[in-house]
């Protein structure tokens, strides 16, 4: 069992930075990969970034491609979710996942049901 706990969500303006972190407790070892997903009303739940375990190899979607960062302190067994120049429509609920099936090498690291465990979610709000 895997338990993460996101922070650091907000309201920013348009252009801002926000820094999400995911900490994560419980059999931590077994994780291959960490992801961030979001969430918009009415909207499904879609991929922003991953970062596998084993080499820090990195994912991200093409709408957050040069804006975000994601990091992982493995001593902290935290991963953290840089957000530059941010944009109106990337405020949703931001989800962390972990899976522990899954090396996540290219597109099964973007889809939903490859992670295992989720946080509780926090919510981003950007301002035009």
């Known amino acids: 069992q895997v338990l993460l706990v996101e922070s650091g969500g907000g309201l920013v303006q348009a252009g801002g930075s926000l820094r999400l972190s995911c900490a994560a407790s419980?059999?931590?070892?077994?994780?291959?990969?960490m992801g961030w997903f979001r969430q918009a009303p009415g909207k499904l739940r879609e991929f922003v970034a991953a970062i596998r375990s084993s080499d820090g190899g990195t994912h991200f979607s093409d709408s957050v491609k040069g804006r975000f960062i994601i990091s992982r302190d493995n001593a902290e067994n935290t991963v953290y979710l840089q957000m530059n120049r941010l944009k109106p429509e990337d405020t949703a609920v931001y989800y962390c996942?972990?899976?522990?099936?899954?090396?996540?090498?290219?597109?099964?690291?973007?889809?939903?049901?490859?992670?295992?465990?989720w946080g509780q979610g926090t919510q981003v709000t950007v301002s035009s």
């Open positions: 419980g059999h931590t070892a077994s994780t291959q990969a």
């Open positions: 996942a972990a899976t522990t099936s899954t090396y996540c090498s290219s597109s099964e690291c973007y889809d939903v049901s490859t992670y295992d465990y």
